[in-house]
């Protein structure tokens, strides 16, 4: 079946630093690549969708230049969590998808700790 | 606006025990219905997927149905085992306009099986 990557697995940083996550589609082409977040004891919100070689669309409430996405290849998506705060504490989830009416395959996920 | 709810929030159960997981959501003009199952601190494993016009999936002791015009789900777990403890999402895949598709994930209920 499809598998998707995550890299890194968690990650624990000073607020103020920024933080880059990786999304990698391994054995398929992703036409287009979500990013989750899911704090305690919610569901997963989407963040954003993003569309190879376009930028990405963001939900609303999302801040688009603190979480910076780039989808520069139809296997590799980047989230980049700029100046991080505490607030930003999460568990971040990529997912990646070829067509429009496809299944959706998740990543494990990245949990990130801003100190 | 697409709203899943899933109810209860948390269930224990002893073991050997069958249960069933509730899943609704408000606009029926979904694509498909998928079932999930998250350990803590880790990412989405897909159970089961029931396209708009299929009823219900079965995989092994999982049995999920759907009745898209009254916009329910159910998943069904058959003689219930320790190591189904965790938490179950329920998402929709649906149509959100201007050519793009959307997954809609609810809370999850947290699953414990008592040995």
């Known amino acids: 079946g499809a598998v998707v990557s995550q890299h890194p697995s968690w990650v624990i940083c000073k607020s103020g630093t920024s933080v880059k996550i990786e999304c990698r589609s391994l054995d398929f082409q992703a036409t287009t690549m979500f990013w989750y977040r899911q704090f305690p004891k919610q569901s997963l919100m989407l963040m954003a969708t993003s569309n190879e070689g376009s930028k990405a669309t963001y939900e609303q409430g999302v801040e688009k230049d603190k979480f910076l996405i780039n989808h520069a290849s139809l296997t590799l998506s980047t989230l980049t969590v700029t100046s991080a705060h505490p607030e930003d504490s999460s568990f971040y989830i990529c997912?990646?998808?070829?067509?429009?009416?496809?299944?959706?395959?998740f990543g494990p996920g990245t949990r990130l700790l801003v100190l | 606006k697409q709203e899943v709810t899933q109810i209860p929030a948390a269930l224990s159960v002893p073991e050997g025990e069958n249960l069933v997981l509730n899943c609704s959501f408000t606009d029926s003009a979904i694509y498909n219905l998928q079932w999930f199952r998250q350990d803590p601190g880790k990412g989405l494993t897909s159970l089961l997927l029931?396209?708009?016009?299929?009823r219900e999936q079965t995989s092994g002791r999982l049995n999920a149905s759907l009745d898209k015009s009254s916009g329910r789900s159910t998943l069904y777990i058959a003689a219930s085992q320790p190591g189904d403890s965790a938490t179950y999402l329920c998402?929709?895949?649906?149509?959100?306009?201007?050519?793009?598709?959307?997954?809609?994930f609810g809370k999850g209920t947290k699953l414990s099986v008592i040995p």
């Open positions: 998402a929709v895949f649906w149509y959100s306009g201007a050519g793009s598709y959307q997954l809609t």
């Open positions: 029931i396209q708009s016009s299929q």
């Open positions: 997912s990646a998808r070829q067509t429009k009416a496809e299944t959706q395959y």
